[in-house]
């Protein structure tokens, strides 16, 4: 299977999540990479695809690079494995509940939990990172 991890970090902890979501993806024997949100151009050719973006401001999805980019390709994801993660050092997770449900809006079905971590993910989180990558592909 042909995945991505699609992502943007301001402080490093969500490409930290970003690189275990790879590994697991990796480890289940997915053909996986890694790419910037600044770089998408077009994900047609992968079955698969994780995006990271952590809380910004008011609980919101960074609103310059990954925000454009994801309004720009969430038309085209209907028929594709998508799982969603991101950072946050404030607030209760509502910026991930309104992905979701833009997501759903949109015709995507999420094919797990989505993964929050409060900062660096390390022990639990780390694994949790991994496990979204392994039931992703």
Not at 111 to 121: A, R, Y
Request: with cysteine; charged share 25%.
């Amino acid at each position: 299977m042909k995945a991505a991890v699609v992502y943007w970090s301001g402080t490093g902890n969500t490409a930290a999540m970003a690189d275990l979501v790879l590994e697991g993806m990796r480890s289940a024997g997915a053909q996986a990479e890694l790419i910037e949100c600044g770089a998408v151009a077009d994900l047609s050719e992968y079955e698969a695809i994780a995006f990271g973006c952590p809380a910004m401001g008011a609980e919101q999805l960074e609103d310059s690079v990954f925000e454009p980019m994801f309004d720009r390709v969430k038309h085209d994801l209907s028929d594709k494995r998508i799982a969603l993660f991101g950072s946050y050092g404030w607030g209760d997770g509502e910026w991930m509940r309104n992905w979701e449900d833009d997501c759903r809006a949109c015709g995507i079905s999420l094919v797990c939990e989505s993964v929050l971590v409060g900062g660096m993910p390390e022990g639990s989180d780390a694994e949790a990172c991994r496990a979204l990558g392994k039931a992703l592909v």
